[in-house]
């Protein structure tokens, strides 16, 4: 246990049995205990393999390359459709995770040696999302905004492609593309 972790377990309200079982069980798997994105994180040879975390309707494993794992259970979960690589394995009561022990060590054990073949989620490309409509005319029509959106790096071209791709109405769309085209012009992300 490190202790630095500490805090994350004892201020949680809602899950604490459950992500004290959790933690048990992960660390009887023979990884290392670490603080990572303010969320217990495990590794092997300072390689991510599982975290734990708590939402407001469940408490998971998330596996980082749990898209590489066999998934024989039917247990992992992919969290949105533009995850490409990390798996969840989630639970809204602590019999589900005593229940499941043996099926949790065994995807761990699955994680550490996915992570010590070196084995790699094949990601896919930038351009290989659907940039939508209105955007995608936008760039046709103002050359420096497309200029400006290419220099961009990868993660934040997806951010943008996925940010403007939400909305189910055309105009929600237009208007976010709207709203933002001077931020990529001046060669920001979304969040920047």
Not at 76 to 85: H, R
Not at 93 to 103: A, H, K, L, R, T
């Amino acid at each position: 246990m490190n202790p630095k972790v500490d805090f994350y377990f004892n201020k949680a309200q809602k899950w604490l049995e459950e992500i004290a079982r959790l933690r048990m069980i992960v660390l009887d798997c023979g990884l290392t205990e670490e603080l990572k994105w303010g969320c217990p994180c495990y590794t092997v040879q300072k390689n991510n393999i599982v975290l734990i975390h708590v939402f407001k309707e469940y408490c998971a494993l998330l596996f980082f390359k749990g898209a590489l794992l066999h998934n024989n259970h039917g247990l992992l979960i992919q969290q949105t459709e533009n995850v490409q690589a990390a798996r969840q394995i989630r639970f809204t009561n602590i019999m589900e995770i005593v229940e499941q022990e043996p099926i949790l060590k065994a995807c761990i054990f699955e994680a550490i040696e996915v992570e010590k073949a070196g084995l790699k989620v094949e990601l896919k490309k930038t351009s290989e999302f659907a940039i939508p409509a209105e955007f995608k005319n936008k760039l046709d029509h103002i050359p420096a905004l497309k200029i400006a959106f290419e220099a961009l790096t990868p993660g934040r071209q997806r951010a943008y492609i996925f940010y403007f791709s939400a909305p189910k109405q055309s105009k929600t769309r237009e208007a976010r593309v709207e709203k933002y085209m001077q931020q990529i012009l001046n060669g920001k992300g979304l969040d920047d």
